[in-house]
């Protein structure tokens, strides 16, 4: 596992040193064996800025093998800077291979959407996390919040949801909504739409969240209890769209706005844009789709 | 009433390295009375009152307190989880300044329902009826309950706390100065408000002050503190009028007349 002799720096296989590694696995099979928990560890400085998935990469880079295939999405697109950064830079120091497909990946990372495919065992999501402590902006006080995750004292989570419902009338969050795994710990899974939520209850993949920043690592092993909190008389909801994808047709997926022009025109489409492109390709269309639907030449994605 | 005490300290001992914070303090507590702490600042009171309510360890002595199912506790013994239990159902505990007791960044009915729902509620219509009720019981307009604290006057404030602590249906509070701070006017209306929610509720309170005024239309039992030591206690009325120790002399003789 030779880095480039070509380059002036010589990195070891997929950029962290062994020792990194190690260490940071240690903290993934903490957080599998104790769900939700959330795992100190020694996070690096990684080559790219805080906020743009530094968590996640140091897990990533230290779960992967040369035979894994890597998938990477921003908000569910493939084709955003940072996932393709992120797919560059784990081609460059693994020579991984890289996938838009989530079928094909044995590893997704990702930044807030979980493909609308579901996953199957064997796979691995990666999350980045820039917040991982749910408490947070109730309970300044990390002290506190760590007392209150080991007393289980969740009380406080639903005070927040019982805020928004007097001010809003429903529960109003719809991302970072908080979870609680396994009967035990309450979890923030991470800036993820609602709607992502009822994906990761009894998933068959692992989910591994990396949060770089605040140094904390958790994770959801295959098939774990991951139930939504709400109130007796305000249930959990998720989002719903009154149409379907402007360019797939789909229906009963999480879809983007996308502004056409100056003048109000706009479309919804799919946020996930490798279910979109399948599902064009397999000749589903929606009211916006080019009339051609053969996927020859140049495939444009909405953006 | 029962013939039992709600709480029991024996010698309860409290030092700073070699400064004294309290010494030697002995007394039971019953169900549905209301003990004064009166002091000069620097007495003691309110290391004693934070010993009491495990907010500080004592460096000896002990406490117990008989639990709802009429079992003693031994308060230094319990585990901290149970600790913060008791405190968050059977006690209550109302700082002087209310940003302490409150959740300021959240609206008051959540900081009244706040309790419920750490102890389990999970039904909103319930807890925000629960909260309106108690917003009334204190004086606080229905309207304001999605108000944030922030936007209160002190006393309201002081109020908001005290409807939040109660909720629960404690049955021992802690009140530290609950009144400091507040006018004259606004003082006596929250008084009478506490006379006449620990009299209906049967409260047992630990009142800790250096108002002698407070002293007398709250409690009825009174422990004097000098130095970090208990220098007299007593009945109230007979403490205030029929004062023994020197310290309470000159501490009563201090009351400014109008």
Redesign the interface.
Known sequence: MNAQSTDIATYNFAYLDEQTKRMIRRAILKGIAIPGYQVPFASREMPMPYGWGTGGVQVTASIIGPDDVLKVIDQGANDTTNAVSIRAFFKKVAKVDVTTETAKATIIQTRHRIPEQPLTAGQVLVFQVPIPEPLRF?EPRETETR?MHA?E?Y??M???L??D???HGRIATSYAYPVKVEGRYVMDPSPTPKFDNPKMHRSPALQLFGAGREKRIYAVPPFTDVVSL?????SFEVQTFDQPCALCGAENVYLDEVILDDHGGHMFVCSDTDHCEKRRADGHHGHLAPETHSASGKMEPAE | MTDEPLLRVSALSKFYGSRVGCENVTFDLWPGEVLAVVGESGSGKTTLLSCLSTRLLPSSGTASYRMRDGQWRELYRMSEAERRFLMRTDWGLVHQNPADGLRMTVSAGANVGERLMAVGDRHYGRIRATAVDWLSRVEIDEDRIDDEPRAFSGGMRQRLQIARNLVTGPRLVFMDEPTGGLDVSVQARLLDLLRGLVTDLGLAAIVVTHDLAVARLLSQRMMVMKDGRVVESGLTDRVLEDPRAPYTQLLVSSILQV
């Open positions: 109730l007392k007393l004292e009380g406080l639903h005070v927040k019982y805020e419902i007097a001010k709400d109130f007796e008389d305000h």
